[in-house]
Nanobody
């Protein structure tokens, strides 16, 4: 059984930083895609940042490009999202996701991913 468990969310002031972690069990990062998504009430879940090990492509959504960084530690089966210069509009529930790289790359769309975490709340106060 594949399980994804996020941690690292919380309350932070605007301009601050947080690092989200997602430990993945029952799944190997070899030839995989990993990603982070976020959702606010009343809106669709949006892709924040994704990475495909097949072609090495990294995707960043326009609102976070230059501020957020996706990474992984394959030995620990853990993915990370480093979030810097946080803004109030970054407030959301953040979800990690993993997939079997069915498309050979990533456009950070939900359908690319097979497994999801339960979500962690990030709140940025202005």
């Amino acid at each position: 059984e594949v399980q994804l468990v996020e941690s690292g969310g919380g309350l932070v002031q605007a301009g601050g930083s947080l690092r989200l972690s997602c430990v993945v069990s029952g799944f190997t990062f070899d030839d995989s895609s990993i990603g982070w998504f976020r959702q606010v009430p009343g809106k669709e879940r949006e892709g924040v940042s994704c990475f495909s090990s097949s072609d090495g492509n990294s995707y960043y959504g326009d609102p976070v490009r230059g501020r957020f960084t996706i990474s992984s530690d394959n030995a620990k089966n853990t993915m990370y999202l480093q979030m810097n210069s946080l803004k109030a509009e970054d407030t959301a529930v953040y979800y990690c996701a993993a997939g079997h790289n069915k498309y050979g790359s990533t456009w950070c769309r939900e359908y690319e991913f097979d497994y999801w975490g339960q979500g962690t709340q990030v709140t940025v106060s202005s």
